[in-house]
């Protein structure tokens, strides 16, 4: 593709930020739901730890039917270090909300095809890899916490229910997100390339 049309194709958005009024109008209501509902989902995996652990005795229910073993009640111990896991495995969940956000934010402020922009879609998907894999290791510790009484075998306590379907979906949808980064960062770099030539 001859220079002059791939500067015409990529570079008019790291120009400046007048031509992308009209598809900042247009978008703005968009990002300002994203943005809320970055911090709603945020919050809501935040509650839905806290009421999992609520009922303990429902928890370990749930874990035991998983493993078709009867785990008995649970002591406070345990119920604290699963739910300290819990929370330490939705911090990653929190910085994929915080990613989307200021994504969102850029494209409000008219940072719509620019490095920074491409750079917060890549850190989407990082993120959301980090948190897929935290998450099934969280898994292994808290049925490793609730049934360190129960007399199962460790390969049982390991490897049952190890990957479930939605990790796998969580995976495919990072790696798409992280793509897409990518394609992002190479069209800016691309446009600042032939805006330094021409």
């Avoid at 270090?81 to 330490?88: K, L, M, Q, T």
């Avoid at 491409?118 to 894999?133: D, S």
Wanted: glycine share 8%.
């Amino acid at each position: 593709m001859p220079a002059t049309l791939r500067r015409t194709a990529f570079s008019l958005p790291t120009a400046g930020l007048l031509p992308h009024a009209a598809l900042r109008a247009r978008i703005a209501w968009l990002c300002h739901f994203a943005r809320a509902a970055a911090l709603g989902w945020a919050a809501w995996m935040l509650i839905n730890v806290a009421w999992i652990w609520s009922d303990p005795a429902k928890t370990a229910g749930m874990v035991g039917r998983y493993l078709n073993a009867d785990l008995g009640s649970v002591t406070s111990a345990q119920v604290g270090w699963g739910f300290g896991v819990h929370v330490a495995a939705w911090i990653p969940s929190a910085a994929v909300a915080y990613c989307i956000w200021r994504l969102f934010g850029a494209y409000l402020d008219g940072r719509i095809f620019t490095a920074d922009a491409a750079t917060w879609i890549e850190r989407i998907g990082i993120a959301g890899l980090t948190t897929v894999a935290v998450g099934i290791v969280a898994r292994r510790i808290d049925w490793l916490i609730l049934t360190s009484h129960a007399h199962l075998p460790l390969r049982t306590r390991l490897f049952t229910q190890f990957v479930v379907p939605s990790d796998l979906l969580g995976v495919l949808f990072s790696l798409f997100v992280l793509a897409i980064g990518h394609v992002f960062t190479t069209a800016v770099e691309i446009a600042d390339d032939n805006a330094s030539i021409v």
